[in-house]
């Protein structure tokens, strides 16, 4: 892999405060969570230019439809250094987004992950640095955190990660801080737990429980849930997410630093299926399978330091985005 000359260590872009963006880059912009955030861009109008790049291994170009001409789009792989370091030149902010995002492709698939969440994240921030981008904000996992016993998970934790998932994730978040540090990037992770909503892909073995729960939902069929349905998660509408990006793109002070990304509080799978059946009005009992290895138990996120540096204040709580995310799978 080659890199060219040595980068120079540079200043902080925001030593005065100010937050103009001309060109915003999103990385696995046309994924689930990066087609969001674009639409949330375009609402917000903070980029003269927004660039998607995304190599479609799980993002879709679909996702994209509405907002098409309003976004240049490229399909770029970031383990290709000189293609995204050529994106990136006259970029002044990047949203990572970019990644294999599942703890079981990592364990069937660990080259893979590793190569993309590894080495191609460290490409992004090479390429940002050397390109003089103001910041990056970069999607982080909940999955670092691992079992560790308390509840709910704050930034300062022991990270305890138990899959190749979360190693990963786990030192793309020190890759950011190191390059803040030692090389003038600003940088902030953002922790995202358990992320729902409209067009996450229900129909990969890898794809998140909510889209897995309303595709069998809306097709009568009964769900499995592997283990006993009681493990808990901070599902977290991706609306909120999409605020948390923005407002850690904006926040002063906050880079070289670590923040949650959830709601902070925690729902069982098996309450989360009851409630499905709710909103749809029908009765389909589970079935259950053996517990996934690499899967956490529980899952909550201590969010008030992102509400004291960010700002953020979740939007949307738990049944109104499950009844939103429901309501757009029907019209699809």
């Known amino acids: ?55 479609l291994l799980t993002g879709k170009r679909s996702n994209l439809v509405e907002v098409e001409d309003q976004i240049e789009f490229q399909q770029a792989d970031i383990r290709d250094y000189p293609a995204i370091e050529k994106l990136l030149r006259k970029a002044d902010l990047v949203f990572h987004l970019a990644a294999v995002p599942s703890v079981p492709r990592s364990i069937s698939e660990p080259v893979l992950a590793h190569e993309i969440n590894i080495d191609g994240t460290f490409n992004v921030l090479l390429a940002a640095q050397r390109s003089g981008v103001r910041r990056v904000v970069y999607a982080a996992s909940s999955s670092a955190y691992g079992d560790t016993p308390t509840l709910p998970k704050i930034e300062t934790m022991l990270p305890m990660p138990k899959s190749p998932y979360a190693v990963q994730k786990l030192l793309g978040e020190y890759y950011g801080r190191v390059f803040t540090e030692v090389y003038g990037l600003e940088t902030v992770s953002l922790r995202f737990f358990n992320v729902f909503g ?52 904006q926040a002063p002070g906050a880079a070289g630093k670590l923040y949650n990304g959830g709601v902070g509080a925690r729902i069982t799978l098996n309450e989360t299926w009851r409630l499905l059946q709710k909103i749809e009005g029908v009765e389909i009992p589970p079935v259950y399978g053996p517990p996934r290895p690499g899967d956490v138990r529980d899952s909550q996120a201590d969010i008030s330091a992102a509400r004291r540096d960010l700002d953020y204040q979740p939007c949307v709580d738990f049944e109104t985005g499950l009844r939103r995310t429901v309501e757009w799978f029907r019209s699809q």
């Open 198 to 249: 409209p067009r996450q892909d229900p129909s990969s073995p890898y794809s998140g429980v909510i889209s897995v729960f309303i595709a069998a939902l809306l097709a009568r069929r009964r769900p499995t849930i592997f283990g006993d349905g009681e493990q808990t998660r901070d599902f977290t509408y991706v609306d909120n997410i999409v605020q948390l990006c923005i407002k850690a793109a």
């Open 1 to 55: 892999m080659r890199y060219g000359p040595q980068f120079a260590i540079r200043n902080s872009g925001f030593a005065d405060g100010g937050f103009h963006f001309m060109r915003i880059v999103v990385t696995g912009g046309a994924g689930f969570i990066g087609s969001a955030l674009v639409r949330g861009l375009i609402e917000q109008n903070l980029g003269r230019s927004i660039l998607v790049a995304d190599n």
